[in-house]
């Protein structure tokens, strides 16, 4: 499984908002400034991020966007389905492709990419963005030391 710039890039425009939280929204160009990421780009990734309840945004001069919930409330796992889909590593192990391959029932490698599948899942899910957050603190210590 490859993650596309997409799903990278939203993780790390989430965590821009989740170093910052719970200050004053986070205008877009700030993040994209901080992340190194195109504006145009992330207006796209946001409006996905918003439609599914992840961030808000504010109008006005001192709008941007915002957490809708604490980092500690938000996975990694949350973000990447939003922006990337079901994480699945192949097609035939989601439930809504049961029946469409005619070796389904006797894959003898179904088990393996339903292990994998479990795996990444359960990784993403439990990385928030306040471990992202708090590691990112601890690293700074450790540099300024």
Not at 2 to 25: I, N, W
Not at 62 to 68: A, K, M, N, S, T
Not at 115 to 140: A, P, T
Request: net charge negative; proline share 3%; with cysteine.
């Amino acid at each position: 499984m490859k993650l596309s710039t997409k799903g990278r890039y939203g993780v790390r425009a989430m965590f821009e908002l989740a170093l910052h939280y719970p200050k004053a929204p986070i205008p877009l160009k700030d993040i994209a400034m901080n992340q190194d990421i195109s504006e145009k780009y992330l207006e796209q990734i946001f409006s996905a991020l918003r439609k599914m309840g992840l961030v808000k945004s504010i109008r006005g001069m001192q709008g941007g966007y915002e957490l809708v919930s604490s980092p500690q409330d938000i996975t990694v796992g949350q973000i990447l389905r939003v922006l990337e889909g079901d994480l699945a590593p192949v097609d035939c192990i989601l439930d809504e492709s049961v029946g469409k391959c005619d070796r389904y029932d006797s894959c003898v490698t179904k088990y393996i990419w339903k292990r994998i599948g479990e795996s990444i899942n359960d990784i993403v899910d439990s990385i928030s963005l306040q471990d992202l957050v708090d590691d990112y603190r601890l690293k700074e210590q450790d540099y300024a030391h």
